[in-house]
């Protein structure tokens, strides 16, 4: 039986947190995306697994890579499951989103007992 070879190319409508988002809480809690057609175009097959890329949607300087089972007629085995931003894009949402784990956090003793002052300066002024 002949195999026929996968399309050159396909489109797929992805959604994409909006370009203005810069917070944690817009991410979260607005959750405002557009929807972007992108192109992935076929990089090369190996045995019946083709591999796509595309332009990132977000930063058009990052790829999206997905790899996508052929079948012998050249389709798709399964509608190709492709992730909506690059690598770098993912990591600066999740940077966004992921509390931070170094100092300065906000919930250091340190940074308490600096508000704890701050409030008893406040309070004690009020009576003076």
Known sequence: MAHHPPPASFQQSLPVPEAGYR???AIKHEGRMTEALV???LRHQEGTTATYAAPCPRCAAGEIVVPVEITADGG???APACPALCLA???ALDAIL???TGPGVG???????TLGKYLKAMTTRSWD
Do not use: K, Q
């Not at 919930?107 to 007992?113: F, K, M, N, Q, S």
């Open 76 to 78: 798709f085995a399964e």
């Open 89 to 91: 894009c993912e990591d």
């Open 39 to 41: 192109t992935f175009t």
């Open 107 to 113: 919930d250091e003793p340190g940074d308490r007992a």
């Open 98 to 100: 992921e509390p931070t």
């Open 23 to 25: 917070t944690a809480i």
